[in-house]
């Protein structure tokens, strides 16, 4: 079993940054691949990036390509997700994830989440 926690979240003004942690428990985090999703109010779950297992690979939503950055450090069991240039759209809450099996943006293809943290961006 893996256990998720987010941290970082907060309120910033519309172009500041932020910095995202998702800290997993366990030894075997390199051993999955990870993902952020955000939802935000009334709208469904969606996928904002993913890492490979060993860092060496990320792919983003084309709504943060270019602002926001994934990256690892397996050391640290810790995930990041830095935003740039955020926007009030990007407003939401943050969750990450892990799957032992896919370099997914579905959602349904993670096994485990962290509870999420609240990102509010404003004009």
């Known amino acids: 079993q893996v256990q998720l926690v987010e941290s970082g979240g907060g309120l910033v003004q519309a172009g500041g940054s932020l910095r995202l942690s998702c800290a997993a428990s366990?030894?075997?985090?390199?051993?999955?691949?990870m993902g952020w999703f955000r939802q935000a109010p009334g709208k469904d779950r969606e996928f904002v990036g993913k890492?490979?297992?060993?860092?060496?690979?990320?792919s983003y939503a084309d709504s943060v390509k270019g602002r926001f950055t994934i990256s690892r450090d397996n050391a640290k069991n810790t995930v990041y997700l830095q935003m740039n240039s955020l926007k009030p759209e990007d407003t939401a809450v943050y969750y990450c994830?892990?799957?032992?099996?896919?370099?997914?943006?579905?959602?349904?293809?993670?096994?485990?989440w962290g509870q999420g943290t609240q990102v509010t961006v404003s004009s």
């Open positions: 890492i490979t297992r060993s860092g060496s690979s990320t």
């Open positions: 366990g030894p075997s985090f390199s051993s999955y691949i």
């Open positions: 994830a892990a799957s032992a099996n896919y370099y997914s943006t579905t959602g349904a293809d993670y096994d485990y």
